[in-house]
C-alpha cells in the first residue's frame, strides 16, 4: 500500500520561526510536491522535485525553499514563518518512470503561525 | 504556463440528482487529466484519470469524465449522487511528460442534501 507519511498533523509556531515540514514517501517515487491548501483557491504548487537535490519552483515559492538529500524525503522550510503561511500543506510523491500514474497524497499538516 | 479552471465553487444537489462539474485546462500539448476527491477529514485520492484511448473514462463510486480536447475539458459527472458523495472534487493536469508538476484546479465543494 503506497504511503505517503507527513511528519505531523498539526503545527503552531511564532512569527519569525523556521519551520521545517517533512514528507517520507515508500514507493520509489521520484517525483515529489509540495502544495498549500487554502479554501477557495485549491491546491497550489510551492516546489516540486523530480529527482534527488534537484527542484523546480512552482506557482507561489516566495518564503519557501524545499530540500530533498535522499529519494524518499523531500523537505519544505518555512525561512521566516507569517501568519500569512498559515495554511493546510499537502505532500505528494509520484512515479517519473510511469508518467500515467497518479500522485499520491499525505495526511496533510495543517501549519499556524501566530 | 499551464491551467486548470474549475467554474462551480459550490454546488448543493439532492439525493439522486445528477452531477456535472466542469473542469477547462489551458495547454497546447499532450495531457494527462486527473480527477481528485477529498472527503470530509481525509485526504485527496483519485477518482479517474485520462491518459489516452477511451475518452470517456470511468472512475470509481460510479463516476466518469469525458475528455473533449476540442474544448479543452474534462467534466466530471455522476448520474445519481448519494449523500455519501459530499466532499471537494478537484481537477487536475499534468503535461504528457515524465518529470512534470501536476496543476490543480481550485476545487468545487459538492454538498448533498440527503
Known amino acids: 500500500d503506497v504511503k505517503v507519511t507527513q511528519s505531523s498533523r498539526y503545527l503552531v509556531k511564532r512569527t519569525g520561526e523556521k519551520v521545517f515540514l517533512e514528507c517520507v514517501q515508500d514507493?520509489?517515487?521520484?517525483?515529489m510536491f509540495w502544495y498549500r491548501q487554502d479554501p477557495g483557491l485549491g491546491l497550489r504548487l510551492i516546489y516540486f522535485s523530480y529527482d534527488v537535490k534537484m527542484k523546480e519552483k512552482g506557482d507561489i515559492p516566495e518564503g519557501y525553499s524545499v530540500s530533498r538529500e535522499k529519494k524518499e524525503r523531500f523537505s519544505l522550510i518555512l525561512e521566516s514563518a507569517s501568519t500569512n503561511q498559515t495554511s493546510m500543506y499537502l505532500c505528494?510523491?509520484?512515479?517519473?518512470?510511469?508518467?500515467?500514474?497518479?500522485?499520491?497524497f499525505g495526511q496533510g499538516t495543517r501549519l499556524t503561525v501566530v | 504556463a499551464q491551467s486548470v479552471s474549475q467554474h462551480n465553487h459550490h454546488v448543493i444537489l439532492s439525493e439522486a440528482a445528477s452531477l456535472e462539474l466542469g473542469c477547462n485546462y489551458s495547454?497546447?500539448?499532450?495531457?494527462?487529466l486527473f480527477w481528485y476527491v477529498q472527503y470530509p477529514g481525509q485526504h485527496l485520492q483519485l477518482l479517474l484519470k485520462y491518459f489516452s484511448g477511451d475518452p470517456l473514462v470511468k472512475g470509481i463510486k460510479g463516476f466518469e469524465a469525458e475528455f473533449i480536447k476540442s474544448k479543452f475539458s474534462f467534466n466530471l459527472r455522476k448520474p445519481s449522487v448519494q449523500w455519501s458523495d459530499t466532499a471537494e472534487y478537484f481537477c487536475?493536469?499534468?503535461?504528457?511528460?515524465?518529470?512534470?508538476?501536476?496543476?490543480f484546479g481550485s476545487g468545487t465543494r459538492l454538498s448533498i442534501r440527503p
Open positions: 487536475a493536469v499534468t503535461a504528457g511528460s515524465s518529470a512534470s508538476k501536476i496543476i
Open positions: 514507493m520509489d517515487h521520484e517525483n
Open positions: 505528494a510523491s509520484s512515479s517519473k518512470t510511469d508518467s500515467n500514474t497518479e500522485a499520491f
Open positions: 495547454y497546447g500539448g499532450t495531457v494527462n
